[in-house]
């Protein structure tokens, strides 16, 4: 499998993907916001896009869908719920269900509600010469994880976790659909100030420069997001000084639950 990320560089620092076949070169892209961006980049790679796929609803994951699919004829997939609120979409995903791009790629989509119920997550089950893949939209972010503010349910999303994220492969690499990592590392201090992993990574990507992608993978979740690590005693004692009701031994799901209403407001 062949990954392009294209960062599109706006406000909300939103990541695109072209996702591709290495023998027939045909693509998919994946939340192509920046159209241009996304068409000019597969033309240089000699890519050709036939599918175009939303992870979810909200316009700056599906702004750019209409001059791609003009462009290259692709088809559109998104979750089958949001068939009503994304325009002119061809095939609606199950949980389950697979998109096959060329030869060679086979992305296997995910029922990850939470951030919304319309949500649908990318999988790459990987082989013996790539490791696995997750085109996680707004579910997972670099050590952190989207909000549920506009049409989502936080009780939810931790059950996606719960039930799917938590359980994949520590080699899994993660593809996500804004870059807040840096955000995201501060709240991870803030919440467990003695994660030497989290210091040493915000430092490194405080002085990333250039074109290039940070890549994390699942095992490396564990150590720098907060919300992967719902045992940690630092983080649970500082919850319990904002939110004494949550009691000496609070299960996962409260811990994540009170992270993210933490997070909303951080």
């Not at 250039?210 to 699942?218: E, Q």
């Amino acid at each position: 499998m062949l990954v392009e990320q294209i960062a599109v560089n706006n406000s909300l620092r939103n990541y695109m993907y072209l996702v591709a076949c290495p023998e027939t070169r045909e693509a998919v892209a994946i939340d192509p916001l920046d159209h241009q961006r996304v068409l000019a980049r597969a033309k240089e790679l000699g890519w050709n896009i036939r599918g175009v796929i939303n992870t979810h609803e909200h316009h700056d994951h599906i702004g750019g869908n209409e001059p791609v699919i003009v462009a290259t004829g692709a088809k559109l997939y998104a979750h089958e719920n949001a068939t009503d609120k994304i325009p002119n979409v061809d095939i609606g995903l199950r949980a389950g269900d697979t998109v096959q791009v060329g030869t060679t790629v086979e992305l296997i989509a995910l029922d990850t509600p939470g951030h919304t119920f319309c949500h649908t997550c990318l999988y790459f089950m990987g082989n013996a010469d790539v490791a696995p893949a997750l085109f996680s939209g707004d579910t997972l972010f670099n050590a952190g994880v989207g909000n549920c503010h506009n049409g989502g349910n936080p009780h939810t999303m931790y059950q996606t976790f719960a039930r799917q994220l938590f359980v994949l492969p520590e080699e899994t690499r993660i593809y996500p659909g804004h870059d807040y990592i840096v955000n995201n590392l501060q709240f991870t201090l803030d919440r467990e100030p003695n994660n030497a992993a989290a210091h040493s990574l915000l430092i490194a990507m405080q002085q990333w420069s250039g074109d290039r992608h940070f890549i994390s993978n699942i095992a490396m979740e564990r150590l720098v997001n907060a919300f992967f690590r719902l045992q940690s005693a630092e983080i649970i004692n500082l919850l319990r000084q904002r939110f004494p009701d949550i009691g000496a031994e609070p299960d996962e799901e409260t811990v994540f639950l009170k992270l993210r209403e933490l997070r909303n407001h951080w």
